[in-house]
Nanobody
């Protein structure tokens, strides 16, 4: 069973920074996209950022939600089997549980599927 282990969450003041990290518990055949999502209390899970780490084109391409563009930076590496999210200029509205997501194939003949971390709490408050 592939597990995604997240770390780096916590309490930070507005304007502060945090870095979230996520590592796969084992190597899988291929990772196509690594991403971060978040879910605030009473809201649906939403996309935060992604990076294309596999496939034949556009490797390294990143995407961000409008809410975090310019403040957050995603970095991921199939060799390191990990993805990070550097969060700067944090705001109270960034408070949420952050989830790591990996789109990949376990083996060469497996179906492509999504793997999810257990979530890490980020609280931005004075």
């Amino acid at each position: 069973q592939v597990q995604l282990v997240e770390s780096g969450g916590g309490l930070v003041q507005p304007g502060g920074s945090l870095t979230l990290s996520c590592t796969l518990s084992q190597r899988i055949f291929n990772i196509y996209i690594m991403a971060w999502y978040r879910q605030a209390p009473g809201k649906q899970r939403e996309f935060v950022a992604s990076i294309k780490t596999g496939g034949f084109s556009n490797r390294g391409e990143t995407k961000y939600s409008e809410d975090v563009k310019g403040r957050f930076t995603i970095s991921g590496d199939n060799v390191k089997n990990a993805v990070d999210l550097q969060m700067n200029s944090l705001r109270p509205e960034d408070t949420a549980v952050y989830y790591c997501n990996v789109d990949g194939k376990l083996n060469w003949d497996s179906r492509r599927e999504d793997y999810w971390g257990q979530g890490t709490q980020v609280t931005v408050s004075a």
